[in-house]
């Protein structure tokens, strides 16, 4: 069994259908995918990561204080660095949550008010923890993520 999509709010309307597309496919470099024709009249927008598929569906915004989220896995510690610096630049506000070794990561939030965890495995957590895991927050290097020390 595996996860074949996650589906994330956005509120309906021309402005952030654009907002997505520029956020997806501009900023993280996802294609767009077109949504089958049977529920193209549900103001969906699809995009695909992988093997996996974001749908951006169409709801009304609600205030949720939530920490639910969905992981994006890049390939290496260069390309999450530049994930990065590619959100900062775009002006979004990476932030870093609690380390969990062999995964360097951060948070951001989309246009929309989702979060959205980048990282990628370098290790297993599991067997670090055991052995000679030193506190990965010297990985972050403030913030740039820029620096190994394991």
């Given amino acids: 069994m595996c996860i074949q999509h996650v589906s994330i709010p956005r509120p309906p309307g021309e402005k952030s259908r654009l907002a997505a597309k520029t956020f997806f496919s501009g900023v993280l470099g996802l294609a767009e995918k077109p949504v089958p024709r049977s529920v193209a009249h549900l103001d969906l927008i699809w995009f695909q990561a992988g093997e996996l598929e974001i749908h951006c569906f169409s709801e ?59 990282t990628t495995i370098i290790g297993d957590y599991q067997q670090l923890e055991l052995g000679s895991y030193r506190d990965e927050r010297s990985y972050i290097d403030n913030g740039a993520m820029g620096r190994h020390s394991f």
């Fill in 60 to 118: 009304a915004p609600i205030e949720d204080p939530s920490g639910r989220h969905f992981c994006l896995v890049v390939d290496d510690a260069a390309a999450l660095t530049a994930m990065r610096t590619t959100l900062l630049d775009a002006g979004y506000a990476p932030w870093n949550p609690e380390a969990i070794p062999g995964r360097p990561r951060f948070f951001c939030r989309d246009p929309f008010n989702n979060i959205i965890e980048f």
